[in-house]
């Protein structure tokens, strides 16, 4: 069973800084894809940005970007010129190759934008 | 945007009560799920659903849990005899099928609070 492990609880940084989030996952597969949702006080879960375990290039979505190290299964996510919009819960999730699997959730990353 | 729509917002029921948590996925979308999130804790994967059957549940989704299509466009989580513990936030999601160019992206809705009392 596949498992992803998010080791920073909470984490907190001024305004117009670069903050990073990690994740690792354990899994046997050799094809798969990871996640990274965004979770504000609403509580909606919104899809930041997504990567393919093919892909060796790291994924971008304008200021978030992701360190994909796939030997050392690690995914961690880079947020650049913080906003206080970005204030939220991120959750890292693996999803395996075949049809409609699952995602598995790490616990979590309540990160806080400071003004 | 096409997004995952959920009803109500918010139940609260009493314990033994049945509830039916209520999800129309996107229009072209063939994979469906529900996942729950107990306050402060991870999401936690329940049923994924495709074809009109089951592909995967896990085991909280036990014989208390069901799911139905009941048409082309909901997706319905039943709850037969509420208990304290099921007091959570229910999350609907749906899929492209294979060949999408979102395929392997599941979209959420905006998630169901039940409150079991």
């Known amino acids: 069973a596949q498992t992803v492990t998010q080791s920073q609880p909470e984490m907190s940084v001024q305004e117009a800084e670069t903050v990073t989030l990690s994740c690792t996952y354990d899994?046997?597969?050799?094809?798969?894809?990871l996640f990274w949702y965004k979770q504000p006080p609403s509580r909606q879960m919104i899809l930041v940005i997504r990567?393919?375990?093919?892909?060796?290039q790291n994924a971008t979505e304008n200021r978030f970007s992701v360190n994909f190290q796939k030997a050392a299964k690690s995914f961690s996510l880079k947020i650049s010129d913080s906003q206080l919009g970005d204030t939220a819960m991120y959750f890292c999730a693996f999803r395996g190759n075949f049809g409609n699997e699952k995602l598995t959730f790490g616990t979590g990353t309540r990160l806080t934008i400071i003004p | 945007e096409p997004e995952v729509t959920q009803t109500p917002s918010h139940q609260v029921t009493q314990m033994g009560q049945e509830v039916i948590l209520r999800c129309v996925p996107i229009?072209?979308?063939?994979?469906f799920y529900w996942y729950r999130q107990i306050l402060g804790q991870k999401v936690e994967f329940l049923v994924s659903f495709y074809n009109n059957e089951i592909s995967e549940k896990s085991e909280i989704f036990d014989d208390q849990f069901s799911v139905e299509r009941p048409d082309g466009s909901n997706f319905t989580l039943k709850i037969r005899s509420t208990k304290l513990e099921d007091s959570a936030m229910y999350f609907c999601?749906?899929?492209?099928?294979?060949?999408?160019?979102?395929?392997?992206?599941?979209?959420f809705g905006a998630g169901t609070r039940l409150s079991v009392l």
């Open positions: 899994t046997s597969e050799s094809n798969y894809y």
């Open positions: 990567q393919e375990a093919y892909k060796q």
């Open positions: 229009s072209n979308h063939l994979y």
């Open positions: 999601a749906s899929s492209e099928p294979s060949g999408g160019l979102t395929k392997n992206i599941q979209y």
